[in-house]
């Protein structure tokens, strides 16, 4: 019995040093607060699921994935279900919410919405300045309100940003300021 437990521990240290080196060698490790992540390497979308499904959560998928390929990872009984056409064929992006509620009748209303940047930054999803609000340029360091006022009326007055760093014309965002807000986009 002793030698069992012996060889257990041994073949778990294996392991554990087999997937550490594994990590290591794959991708690019990232320290975002308390958490690393080693998904610098994985092609696909980081989308978030949520409302009355058996699996909620954050999911990794392929690119080209739609709110169906997320009701079939879901919704594990899809006989019982109902969706709209429309809504089973929506493309999703990086950083999408998908709700996904059921009523009674177990038809399905799906939504989809953006994450909020807090997240995206947290799970290192590249921001998009040409779909970000007041708040949104607000929670990045060394804007402020102010700044993210100022940067959403140039957006509004003198059209989309061609470039990230287009955000120069922004009077207040210099090319260090811009440089240092680089990694968020």
């Known amino acids: 019995m002793m030698e069992r437990l012996r060889r257990l521990i041994l073949w778990l240290m294996m392991l554990a040093l087999t997937l550490m080196t594994y990590m290591k060698s794959h991708g690019t490790e990232r320290e975002v607060g308390s958490m690393a992540f080693f998904n610098d390497h994985l092609d696909g979308i980081t989308v978030k699921i949520v409302g009355n499904v058996d699996f909620p959560g954050i999911y990794r998928l392929p690119e080209k994935s739609n709110s169906e390929s997320v009701i079939n990872m879901t919704i594990p009984s899809r006989e019982q279900i109902c969706v709209d056409i429309k809504d089973s064929q929506l493309q999703l992006k990086n950083g999408d ?3 996904i509620l059921r009523d009674s009748r177990q038809h399905i209303k ?5 994450m909020l940047v807090r997240e995206r930054i947290i799970l290192g999803i590249p921001l ?3 779909q970000m609000d007041i708040e949104d340029w607000d929670v990045l360091p060394g804007i402020g309100p102010v700044l993210a006022e100022r940067i959403v009326r140039d957006r509004q007055l003198n059209g989309d940003f061609a470039s990230f760093s287009d955000l120069t014309r922004v009077p207040g965002l210099g ?3 811009v440089q240092k807000l680089a990694g968020y986009f």
């Open 97 to 99: 919410v998908v709700e």
């Open 128 to 130: 998009d300045p040409n």
């Open 110 to 114: 799906i939504t989809v919405k953006k």
């Open 175 to 177: 090319k260090v300021k």
